[in-house]
């Protein structure tokens, strides 16, 4: 815990020893907040959180979920029963939630937050709105209230408004589940990573050389044998459908959509590896374990090869809510340049026939993109300007700047160094509207940070290369760009927070922990 959260607490304890008059003229430290609200009026005096604190929402029971969701967050630590009660009126003493359709101006997922000595009033457009919020009011509250039965009484927010609206609706980040291989809880627990920081979207890469990892009913070889493996000769793993669609929904729940990648026509050996029949000469490879990048390719001439596409985008689109299907499209470098052209465009075509847009790595920007596509950035500044020039929208994962795998500096004994190192502060420090010539805010949809697993192998691991990047991109991504200095200012109450959460993160030498 910080010290100034702890004297506070102390002089809060010591006032209710000897019955202070009025507990909610005291002052809290205030929190440090990732990412940067819009707008912050801070006041004095305090918020006191009581047994008995009830959570009204207004009638919509949208917002009863996020309702849920805080009463779960705040009764652990607290030992209180926030009873979630729906409510027509505005309660003092308690948390109110409230949708206003008066509030377009929020958008889908901004927020007011009006904290006083009486009440907390959390008002939105849309749920989403109301649940960004209440990772606010998380972030407002002491560490310790991400553990159980710390602080049973005397909890305080400080008073404050707050109005909050994110710039880029697309605030990502990747996980590669093929090269080795991340359970269902692994898996929620990232999205809680996510969700901390108000970051929606979570791309999944589920097949790779190394590893098919999603069940599809009609090729169930891909995840028997394709799946039964991984980089280093492990035993692998993959999701049922089942469990593909309890990772969907947790992530859901939290208003984060999930983006599923199949990678085509290279990075495909899994594949390969399960169907001989999906080689051009018919003959199987043997699984792969290694590292190595862009020696395989689907067959592009066989027409078997789109049967087995649209069958696997067909069972993915089914498992999956959200508007896109990833077809990763790097480094096809085993397919000939025009039969990868005529590859992506009927594949952007099946996407399209099963009611998804087509989202590709910055090479599938050569193909005849639909202006619904969506290309990601990572490393061919050229083909991001020929995606703008279809009208494609970007997603900016420039490898040098969002790359979580890449060593922090020379002592990083986990990650690659082929874009360089990735210290906090060089992640943090770019604005992805500047980013290029000839690309701005219009023509991006937002920024993902993207976690490949050659050389991370477990959720420690996983940690130390996300903590403490990850929360920079998430600030990018909601305030488009951020002063290093106070931002650093700012990481180390969560680092506070990491340690009592048991997150195992970097203590850069950047940043006064
Ligand atoms: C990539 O890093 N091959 C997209």
Same mark, same amino acid.
């Given at each position: ?50 047994? @008995? ?24 630590? &607290? ?30 997922? @901004? ?16 749920? %989403? ?110 999701? +049922? ?47 792969? &374990? ?37 077809? @990763? ?35 599938? %920007? ?8 969506? +290309? ?72 993902? %940070?993207?976690?490949?697993?050659? &050389?991370? &192998? ?56």
């Amino acid at each position: 815990m910080n010290t100034s959260i702890k004297s506070a607490l102390c002089v809060l304890a010591i006032c209710l020893l000897f019955s202070c008059t009025d507990e909610s003229k005291k002052n809290v430290a205030l929190q440090p907040l990732i990412p940067q609200p819009d707008n912050v009026t801070l006041d004095s005096g305090s918020f006191i959180l009581k047994s @008995g604190s009830k959570i009204y929402f207004d009638g919509n029971q949208e917002i009863k979920g996020s309702a849920d969701y805080l009463s779960n967050l705040l009764n652990p630590a &607290t030992d209180f029963d926030f009873e979630v009660i729906q409510s027509g009126s505005i309660k003092n003493k308690h948390f109110n939630l409230r949708l206003s359709p008066d509030k377009s101006d929020l958008g889908d997922e @901004g927020y007011e937050l009006e904290i006083t000595r009486k009440r907390v009033v959390l008002t939105a457009y849309r749920s %989403a709105g109301i649940f960004r919020g209440i990772q606010t009011i998380r972030q407002l509250l002491p560490p310790s209230i991400e553990q159980q039965g710390q602080y049973n009484e005397g909890l305080a927010l400080p008073v404050i408004a707050i109005q909050d609206t994110p710039k880029y609706s697309y605030r990502g980040a990747m996980l590669d589940v093929s090269r080795h291989f991340f359970d269902v809880d692994e898996v929620k627990r990232y999205i809680d990573f996510l969700t901390l920081y108000k970051m929606n979207r979570l791309h999944l890469h589920l097949a790779d050389d190394q590893g098919w990892r999603i069940e599809i009913k009609s090729w169930p070889n891909l995840t028997a044998h394709g799946g039964s493996t991984e980089v280093g000769g492990g035993t692998g793993g993959f999701y +049922t459908q089942e469990q593909y669609k309890e990772i969907v929904q947790y992530a859901s729940d939290r208003y984060i959509t999930i983006i599923p990648e199949i990678d085509m026509p290279g990075h495909t050996n899994a594949a390969l590896a399960s169907y001989p029949e999906l080689n051009c000469d018919g003959k199987a490879p043997e699984l792969y &374990t290694g590292t190595r990048v862009g020696f395989s390719s689907l067959c592009v001439d066989k027409e078997l090869t789109y049967e087995f596409i649209d069958d696997v985008i067909r069972e993915v689109a089914a498992l999956t809510p959200g508007p896109y299907i990833h077809i @990763g499209g790097d480094e096809s470098h085993a397919t000939e340049k025009a039969d990868y052209l005529k590859f992506v465009n009927r594949v952007q075509g099946i996407v399209r026939s099963h009611g998804k847009e087509m989202i590709g790595w910055d090479e599938t %920007a050569q193909a005849n993109l639909t202006s619904t596509s969506v +290309t990601q950035l990572w490393a061919n500044k050229e083909f991001a300007l020929q995606a703008i020039s279809k009208g494609a929208k970007l997603i900016m994962s420039p490898a040098s700047r969002t790359y979580m795998d890449l060593k922090y500096d020379s002592t990083t004994v986990l990650g690659l160094t082929w874009a360089g190192y990735i210290e906090v502060d060089h992640g943090y420090s770019w604005d992805p509207a500047q980013y290029m010539e000839g690309v701005n805010e219009d023509n991006i949809l937002g920024i993902e %940070a993207p976690l490949w697993s050659e &050389t991370v &192998t477990n959720m420690d691991e996983i940690e130390y290369m996300v903590f403490p990047r990850m929360p920079g991109y998430a600030e990018l991504g909601w305030s488009g760009s951020g002063e290093w200095e106070a931002y650093r200012k700012r990481l180390p109450g969560h680092g506070v927070r990491w340690e009592v959460m048991d997150i195992d993160f970097y203590r850069s030498p950047k940043v006064d922990w």
